[in-house]
């Protein structure tokens, strides 16, 4: 206890991993929506929310569904498109400013 942490350090308990994140709060979601619906709502949630919050919900979850090593269609979709979308982010708007993540 009392031990300081840096400010790099996220604790399992960040809202960033809650069952519904900003980002999803925001609209951003797999199923029901097409790339194009998506994307739009990418666009919108940068400026309020930073690419890096960003990429690193989506990483998140990609990483949490691939260690549930379900191999159900649902779940090879959603990492899927996860992984299109973060490959869209980083294109269009990642300079360099942070370290990309690993999925």
């Given at each position: 206890?009392?031990?300081?942490?840096?400010?790099s350090?996220?604790?399992?308990?960040?809202?960033?991993?809650?069952?519904?994140?900003?980002?999803?709060?925001?609209?951003y979601?797999?199923?029901?929506?097409?790339?194009?619906?998506?994307w739009?709502?990418?666009?919108k949630?940068?400026?309020?929310?930073?690419?890096?919050?960003?990429?690193?919900?989506?990483?998140?979850?990609?990483?949490?569904?691939?260690?549930?090593?379900?191999?159900d269609?649902?779940?090879?979709?959603?990492?899927?498109?996860?992984?299109y979308?973060?490959?869209q982010?980083?294109?269009?708007?990642?300079?360099?400013?942070?370290?990309?993540p690993?999925?």
């Open positions: 206890m009392g031990t300081k942490l840096s400010s350090y996220t604790p399992l308990a960040d809202p960033l991993f809650s069952e519904q994140s900003d980002l999803n709060k925001m609209g979601r797999i199923t029901g929506s097409t790339r194009k619906e998506r739009e709502t990418l666009k949630a940068i400026p309020v929310m930073g690419l890096r919050k960003i990429v690193t919900i989506i990483s998140a979850n990609v990483r949490i569904k691939k260690k549930q090593k379900s191999s269609q649902q779940s090879h979709y959603a990492i899927t498109e996860w992984e979308d973060l490959s982010l980083k294109e269009k708007y990642f300079h360099g400013e942070f370290k990309w690993n999925t």
